[in-house]
């Protein structure tokens, strides 16, 4: 009777287990685990204003309201701004009533430059690698910096000799990378208010520009925003 006792705890001790096991999912990877941080992270975007007000301009179409602020050869976000030489932006910000949804695309947006043909919005992705941090600098700069103050002297670079190219290191990068990624305007059908920012090539002086329009066509209606530079 021992023996059949202790097999009959060790077969339910087992089946336990099995139960256990089936409801317990299998640990995820690092890499995976990366990828759903990731996306978590990117879905947070750019936190709407507290009212469409807070944008230098704005216009109702339909029953949402399209605010937007430009900003230039910049890429605002939380941690400060970036600095893009091909690229401009502007901030959107998409309001409505309670329980509001919208289907929302960057493609819905045109940017039309001193009454020229309007610029159609590019990607946050070819973005990235035109962006800069005009506070990070590179070590070489720093040290040379130190260097000065500490009044070395003697055997200087040569000043007719080329710059060696500024080498960026990957995790700056990334880092910049990622804050384009949260900074852009998130798509697809979503609840409103939503914020974010669009892109435009343009290579162009700020001082050159004298009228800036935004212009949206799509599931809300048809409007065109007058933008301040």
Known sequence: MRNSDLLRAAAAAAILSLCLAAQTPP???KEAQAKEALAKDEAKGLPPRAAPTDYLSHVKVGDVTLAAEFAGHNVPGPQGPLT???????????????????????EDFTLRINGKKPLATQPYGVVIGNVKDPEWEPPEKAESKSKTQLGTGGGGSDPGSTPAPVKIPLEVQRAMAQRVRKAALLEGERPLP??????????GKMKNVVSLELVYAGPAGKTTIPLQR
């Open 27 to 29: 640990p995820k990877d």
């Open 84 to 106: 893009t030489e091909d690229y401009v932006s502007v901030e959107i910000g998409i309001f409505g009533p309670p329980e509001a949804r919208l289907k929302i695309s960057d």
């Open 194 to 203: 939503q914020a974010g920012l669009i892109f435009f090539q343009f290579r």
